[in-house]
């Protein structure tokens, strides 16, 4: 069974940092896509961050570029996702996903199968 697990969201005040990590168990997603997404109260899901199955190319949506950075270690299954510099709008459940077909960094929802359960991060100002 495919699972992935968000860790390390929180309370933090604006300006400051957290890292997200999204463990993958199940099967390995070395060589897929795979990214973050979010999601405020009462607003859709969308894109945060994305990158490719060798994590050599990344993809940030306009809000976060330059604030944000996504890695992954394939050795461990697992993603990451550093926030600095954090904003009140960047309050939401954050999500962690895995392609099983597309080996570049895509930022469409569509071509991610696999989810995780969120982990909610609140930034106070």
């Known amino acids: 069974q495919v699972q992935l697990v968000e860790s390390g969201g929180g309370l933090v005040q604006a300006g400051g940092s957290l890292r997200l990590s999204c463990a993958a168990s199940?099967?390995?997603?070395?060589?897929?896509?795979m990214g973050w997404f979010r999601q405020a109260a009462g607003k859709e899901r969308d894109f945060v961050a994305a990158i490719s199955g060798g994590g050599d190319n990344t993809d940030y949506a306009d809000s976060v570029k330059g604030r944000f950075t996504i890695s992954r270690d394939n050795a461990k299954n697992t993603m990451y996702l550093q926030m600095n510099n954090l904003k009140p709008e960047d309050t939401a459940v954050y999500y962690c996903t895995a392609s099983q077909t597309n080996r570049g960094a895509t930022r469409r929802i569509y071509n991610y199968p696999y989810w995780g359960q969120g982990t909610q991060v609140t930034v106070s100002s």
């Open positions: 199940g099967r390995t997603f070395s060589g897929y896509a």
